[in-house]
T-cell receptor, first 117, second 114 residues
Framework: AQKVTQAQTEISVVEKEDVTLDCVYETRDTTYYLFWYKQPPSGELVFLIRRNSFDEQNEISGRYSWNFQKSTSSFNFTITASQVVDSAVYFC??????????????FGQGTTLQVKP | EADIYQTPRYLVIGTGKKITLECSQTMGHDKMYWYQQDPGMELHLIHYSYGVNSTEKGDLSSESTVSRIRTEHFPLTLESARPSHTSQYLC?????????????FGQGTRLTVV
């Protein structure tokens, strides 16, 4: 069975602090995709990153970075120098076997990030 | 930029009413999805479609139904709304093909049944 666990329900930081959101997944498949989405108060899900199971390179995009470790089934997300605009709910998600259907996702429970000025 | 639209954004309706939530995308995506997001924020897939005249139920059982008569349109219908249907409903679409791009989501419909 597939499962995604985001153990941190809520995180509160002060602006400019670094923050890491944890994501642990379970799957028996060798081919899959992992995603992070951001859900601001307006409600839509905003795509942040996609990583396939064969690519374990870490990725940096501006203040965002992602650490994919297949050995521990984790795909953690770090925001450096957080800003108030980063306040949102962040979801980690896993695609089904084969990675061919990237919209049929298993989502984690979400982590609410509050960045205080 | 995502071109997927949901209407209405907010809906308050009485128990027993029939409602249809609209979802349209202009990206020509074959695959479309409906997710239900409960107050605890967790998202669950309730319906999906691989193309015209194709619909499947998702992981979470739902009393709603969907149809896919046109590629761009994927409406969700509740024949008789109940308070237990109060939730946010998010529509999404994705491409078919080797590149396997991410799913694009609409802004959601927040439904309240009183």
């Amino acid at each position: 069975a597939q499962k995604v666990t985001q153990a941190q329900t809520e995180i509160s930081v002060v602006e400019k602090e670094d923050v890491t959101l944890d994501c642990v997944y379970e799957t028996r498949d060798t081919t899959y995709y992992l995603f992070w989405y951001k859900q601001p108060p307006s409600g839509e899900l905003v795509f942040l990153i996609r990583r396939n199971s064969f690519d374990e390179q870490n990725e940096i995009s501006g203040r965002y970075s992602w650490n994919f470790q297949k050995s521990t089934s984790s795909f953690n997300f770090t925001i450096t120098a957080s800003q108030v605009v980063d306040s949102a709910v962040y979801f980690c998600a896993l695609s089904p076997p084969g990675g061919s259907n990237t919209g049929k996702l298993i989502f984690g429970q979400g982590t609410t990030l509050q960045v205080k000025p | 930029e995502a071109d997927i639209y949901q209407t209405p954004r907010y809906l308050v309706i009485g128990t027993g009413k029939k409602i249809t939530l609209e979802c349209s995308q202009t990206m020509g995506h074959d695959k479309m999805y409906w997710y239900q997001q409960d107050p605890g924020m967790e998202l669950h897939l309730i319906h999906y479609s691989y193309g015209v005249n194709s619909t499947e139920k998702g992981d979470l059982s739902s009393e709603s139904t969907v149809s896919r008569i046109r590629t761009e349109h994927f409406p969700l219908t509740l024949e008789s709304a109940r308070p237990s249907h109060t939730s946010q409903y998010l529509c999404a679409s994705s491409e078919t093909g080797v590149l396997n791009t991410e799913a694009f989501f609409g802004q959601g419909t927040r439904l309240t049944v009183v």
